[in-house]
């Protein structure tokens, strides 16, 4: 790493693309900040911003044997950061709906005490019809006239 200049990321990626920790460490210095102070347009919290930025950057660890032939390495990283971030979004997106989709589910147990009784009743109501149309005629007709005449 002597001899690579910290300011050229040529050498820099292809130091990197050997395993150099050293080279690593300056190109996370050099782009580090702009990579969170871009995820920021699109997500509201430094936080997360701050962790899709080390997210990336573990990624392009992990696959730093390949990082020497991406000739445009800013563009690239802006864009895997771009879509880090949408896909980051998405999850949230998808999250949200379920705590709603759950939430919905829980409402009607929290409703008054009447409003409960007749939800529970209208439920057995349904499960009792379900189970009556799976009984043969003559145990259906033996279980309407014992429960029903």
């Known amino acids: 790493m002597n001899e690579v200049k910290t300011n050229d990321d040529k050498q820099l990626l292809e130091a990197l693309g050997k395993g150099d920790h ?4 300056c190109i996370f210095r050099k782009y580090y900040v702009d ?12 936080e997360d911003c701050e962790d899709i930025s080390q997210s990336l950057f573990l990624h392009i660890w992990d696959m730093r044997e390949m990082i020497p032939s991406i000739s445009n390495f800013r ?18 997106d998808i999250k949200g709906r379920f705590r709603s989709d759950q939430l919905l589910r829980v409402t009607p147990y ?3 005490d009447e409003t409960n009784k007749m939800l529970f009743y209208s439920e057995l109501q349904k ?10 005629d003559n145990e259906r007709e033996a279980w309407r006239l014992s429960r029903h005449e």
Do not use: I, P
């Not at 563009?75 to 949230?92: I, P, V």
């Open 22 to 25: 050293k080279a690593f460490d």
């Open 35 to 46: 990579v969170v102070m871009f995820c920021g347009r699109f997500m509201d919290r430094v």
């Open 75 to 92: 563009s690239y990283l802006l864009k895997s950061a771009q879509n880090m971030c949408l896909n980051e979004l998405h999850r949230c």
């Open 110 to 112: 929290t409703l008054g």
């Open 127 to 136: 499960l009792l019809a379900a189970a009556e149309a799976t009984l043969e």
